[in-house]
């Protein structure tokens, strides 16, 4: 049986800025059995080692359609993630995983879908957008609302204006400046601009804990039942199997049991309290 602390090795394939201080990193096992072997589903995620620096949690963020590589995109946020960004193209970083329950695909069949997502927590619904987007005919609507910080701050630029092609994308920015020409303010504004029939939704979101917060808040006023919200929870993720007890909230282990969670399963927890 294999160890589940000890990384398969990866290489990176392709580095793309998406902003700033957001990159998306292909990635493909040296192993092509592991390549083969490694299944997961939107939602899920992984730990990276750099090594000598440490190990980090990161959400997939492409499809699982794509069998012959992965992509995470990262933030430069500390320590793992400062000496991430000084490797190129070519360099080997370790990969454990995937971890986590994911998004129950299954059960959005037949439904609308509401993705809702703020700034870096567009990472994994990428994941699930792309996913659902070649099983098109299994879902009906969708629509996307998306906030970031600047006009700077919005990631997959080149990929949002794809999706317009079959998705209802609004997008909004905390602070405009003079290239943006759109909605300005925090992303439960959007909800101005679409209808959406809680009926046969299902909402799925990611972003900061206080956006999900009000946005959680926002849909429950519409009539979402609390079963049909679906929220993908951060946490500072250490082994990825519910042991080390780093992600505790209350009886749950957000590595074991999430990072994707309903409503109706998080309402005490602190990021979606209402």
Known sequence: MK????????TISEIREETPDIKTFKLI???????RNFNYKPGQFIE?????YGEAPFSISSSPNQQNFFEITVKRVGDVTNALFKLNEGNAVGVRGPFGNGFPTH???NKNILFIGGGI????????????????EKYSELTLMYGARTPKDIVFKKEIETWKKHVDVHLTVDVGDETWKGTVGVVTVLFREIEVNPKNTVAVMCGPPIMMHFVTKELLKLG???DQIFLSLERLMKCGIGICGHCNI??????????V?????TKDFLETAI
């Open 250 to 259: 209350g009886r749950k282990y957000v590595c074991k049991h999430g990072p």
């Open 224 to 226: 979402f039942p609390e």
């Open 121 to 136: 927590g567009l990472a994994p619904l990428r994941s699930l957008i792309n996913f659902i987007l070649s099983n098109r």
């Open 3 to 10: 160890n589940v602390y000890i990384p398969n090795i990866v």
């Open 29 to 35: 096992f040296k192993d092509k059995e592991a390549q």
């Open 107 to 109: 059960k959005f069949e």
């Open 261 to 265: 969670f309903t409503y109706k399963e």
């Open 48 to 52: 990276l080692s750099v090594f000598g």
